[in-house]
């Protein structure tokens, strides 16, 4: 949870500093973080969690030596997909134009987007990183460098912004030293001696079993960043409407609330996935279906205390990104959705958490286009456009898509038989580390 809120504060700092030099840099930072970066944050997010279900069974079996092997597919395979995704950051300017946000606002954003790409290349070694430290249950570390990182953002922002007045290129530019700095200090932590079991150094092992791997990481990708990319395509949808330039910078101001506080349901996500994972692995369903409960009360009691939050401040929680008193009173009207928000992704990334670990990732992505796209998002449009409610309507229809999602998983969940899957989980480390020792074997 540390991990997560630090890696995220590190860019609610830079907004902030960009919301206080104008109102077009925040707009133009904010789509360059919240659109383009995020939408390939939330592929690649996606695509490492496979490690959360590979990973955790073999930890839970005892299957340590897989760890390692497996971290390293998952290295191979992001960086293929990381080049892949280049385009989504070259060719910025013209893409969201294409989506209809202003020239302005698009050319400013798209030139920062070039600038965010040290960071996009640090998602390839950071998340795998941090999912291999995870099933270890070594969150202390993954914490300690990210805080770390967090600390250094601080002290090279302040010198940088705030005393050279560098502006707001240099502002991206510490972000991505930042993101650098978690990765190459939890790295260093693994190859010099902190996981002797789990890291027997580069293996040749990572270049086989790809297509595999490959199709559990694609199943994963798709999973998560359906849900990623779903209100980032409100922010698209805003940009679209009248006075878009205020309708966008107040909607990226709740987002960010939004996103900042969801770094606590998503580390319950990737704690329940791993703890589920493990428990599978260990062929201990109950231990599962435990971890399952625990989990989501404490998530949707933490849910229940933002929200409370976010009632009783609704009125000043703007001031943190822009002093513009228009900003704070279109920021003011919609936080009562911003609230409702947050209570439900209190409950629905735990129950994602579940699926991750227990290998339900295709399942779930076919559940996540039914409910956003083929639900939520239609009925955005409609009370948006058609009954002109505005970003209030198109926030609105997105919030039932998620409503419905989460009652779909808090079905499955409820109807699993945990030992089943406990079964499944032992059969599938069985098989993939039976297919590394007779390769050992033969070479």
């Not at 966008?248 to 969801?262: F, G, K, Q, R, T």
């Not at 290998?359 to 002109?388: M, R």
Request: include cysteine; glycine fraction near 10%; charged fraction near 10%.
């Amino acid at each position: 949870m540390i991990g997560r809120l630090a890696l995220y504060g590190m860019c609610v700092i830079t907004q902030a500093y960009a919301g206080h030099v104008g109102d077009l840099e925040l707009a133009s930072f904010s789509i360059a973080t919240t659109v383009v970066a995020s939408f390939v944050f939330g592929f690649m997010l996606g695509m490492a969690s496979a490690l959360e279900t590979l990973c955790g069974q073999a930890f839970g079996a005892k299957q340590y030596h897989m760890l390692g092997v497996y971290m390293q597919r998952s290295w191979v395979v992001l960086f293929v997909c990381a080049i892949l995704l280049l385009p989504l950051y070259l060719y910025a300017t013209p893409l969201l134009e294409l989506v209809g946000q202003s020239r302005e606002i698009a050319e400013r954003a798209g030139y920062l987007s070039l600038w965010l790409l040290p960071m996009h290349f640090s998602f390839v070694f950071l998340f795998p990183l941090q999912r291999f430290l995870q099933c270890q249950l070594k969150n202390s570390v993954n914490a300690a460098f990210t805080v770390l990182a967090l600390l250094v953002h601080v002290l090279v922002s302040w010198l940088l912004l705030e005393k050279l007045k560098l502006g707001l290129t240099v502002a991206t530019l510490t972000l991505d030293f930042s993101w650098w700095v978690a990765v190459v200090g939890q790295f260093g932590y693994v190859v010099c001696g902190g996981c002797p079991r789990t890291w027997k150094g580069f293996s040749f092992e990572a270049f086989t079993e790809l297509w595999g791997f490959l199709k559990l990481s694609a199943s994963s990708g798709v999973m998560l960043c359906l849900e990623n990319w779903y209100y980032r395509i409100l922010v698209l949808l805003t940009g679209n409407l009248k006075n878009a330039e205020i309708a966008v910078d107040a909607l990226s101001v709740c987002m960010n609330i939004n996103s900042w506080e969801m770094m606590i349901p998503l580390a319950f996500f990737a704690g329940t996935g791993v703890r589920v994972a493990n428990e599978l692995g260990a062929g201990n369903g109950k231990g599962a279906r435990f971890a399952t409960i625990v989990s989501v009360a404490t998530s949707t009691a933490v849910g229940l205390v933002f929200w409370s939050l976010i009632i009783g401040f609704h009125d000043k929680i703007a001031l943190i990104f822009s002093t513009s008193q228009v900003i704070q009173e279109a920021v003011n009207r919609l936080c009562i959705l911003l609230s409702f928000s947050i209570l439900l992704n209190s409950v629905q990334p735990v129950l994602s958490g579940v699926a991750v670990g227990s290998g339900w990732q295709a399942l779930v992505a076919y559940v996540n286009i039914g409910t956003y796209y083929i639900i939520g998002i239609p009925c955005g449009l409609i009370l948006g456009w058609i009954f002109e409610f505005g970003v209030q309507g198109i926030w609105a229809g997105m919030i039932g898509g998620t409503g419905i999602q989460t009652l779909i998983l808090a079905y499955l969940t409820i109807r699993c038989d945990w030992d089943k899957e406990a079964m499944i989980a032992r059969d599938r480390v069985k098989k993939w580390s039976v297919a590394a020792d007779n390769r050992r074997t033969n070479s």
